[in-house]
């Protein structure tokens, strides 16, 4: 019977070896449409990111397209986007009218930044007040 040692290193670095991840790829922009006399909203997404931050879903641009033809189911509304990654259909329901929009995402500085970005850039300044970026508690 052959013997076996036992003092190798069997850590879980040691037994599943990553290789070397490339360079964070910057951030990108995608530009959802909006009908006529409807400003574009320029969402800008960070580079890579394990939490999917990097990409604009399709529910996304299908719920702030069905929030653009029914802006009575948020007008004076207070809204919550959970999850929101860059934040489409909530600043789409602040445009149209909401009285407080809550975009919230996971407790990451680039992913929370990156929000606040996509409000600044997309909210006119008199009426970014209403909308608040904040992560989602542990």
Same mark, same amino acid.
């Given at each position: #019977? ?7 290193? /069997? ?17 990108? !922009? *995608?530009?959802? *449409? ?10 800008? !997404?960070?580079? *890579?990111?394990?939490?999917? =931050?990097?990409? !604009? ?11 653009? *033809?029914?802006?009575? /189911? ?5 809204? /919550?986007? /959970? =999850?929101? =990654? ?12 909401? #009285? ?10 680039? !992913? ?27």
């Amino acid at each position: #019977m052959e013997e076996h040692d036992d003092d190798g290193d /069997l850590s879980l670095g040691a037994v599943f070896i990553e290789p070397p991840r490339p360079p964070t790829p910057n951030a990108t !922009l *995608s530009t959802y *449409s909006r009908g006529p006399g409807q400003p574009d909203v320029s969402i800008r !997404l960070v580079g *890579s990111h394990p939490l999917w =931050g990097h990409y !604009l879903w399709n529910a996304a641009i299908a719920f702030a397209s069905y929030l653009d *033809s029914h802006d009575e /189911l948020i007008s004076n509304k207070s809204v /919550l986007e /959970l =999850g929101a =990654g860059g934040g489409l259909p909530g600043i789409v329901a602040a445009q149209n009218g909401a #009285m407080n929009v809550v975009l919230t995402d996971y407790p990451d500085a680039a !992913l929370i930044g990156n929000l606040a970005y996509n409000v600044q850039q997309n909210i006119q300044e008199e009426q970014r007040w209403k909308v608040t970026t904040q992560v989602i508690s542990q």
